[in-house]
């Protein structure tokens, strides 16, 4: 997997190409969210759109990152999924208790905007 970071507008877009396999990739995400709220950079848009598969690691990689943002008065929102990767955020019962997803990086941007606060 590959992970690109930029900013735009109020918020950074990280976004995730290939399998997040959190076993493999946890890391080097980790320390992407840990560089974030060391620069106070905390709302950020996970955009999904060329994620092909994600794991359970990968989604606890995920979760701890949201946790992570939140104790900083962050939040990490996510953008783009494809069905089988939304699949399995709807599986786990994730979405709406642990994120808000939105069928583009430019819905979640405004998100920060319109609603600042976590869900």
């Known amino acids: 997997m590959s992970i690109h970071v930029k900013e735009q507008y109020h918020a950074v877009i990280i976004e995730l190409k290939g399998k997040f396999l959190g076993s493999i990739d946890g890391d080097e995400f980790k320390s992407t969210i840990d560089r974030l709220k060391e ?39 996510l953008a783009n999924m494809g069905a089988r990767v939304h699949g399995v955020f709807v599986i786990t019962r ?10 583009s990086v430019e819905e979640a941007l405004e998100s920060f905007r319109t609603d600042p606060k976590p869900a």
């Open 39 to 77: 620069e106070e950079q905390l709302q950020v848009v996970v955009d999904m759109q060329e994620t092909t598969f994600i794991d359970s690691s990968g989604i606890g990689t995920l979760i701890a990152a949201q946790t992570s943002m939140r104790k900083e008065g962050g939040d990490i929102r």
């Open 94 to 103: 994730l979405l709406g208790s642990a994120f808000t997803s939105y069928d």
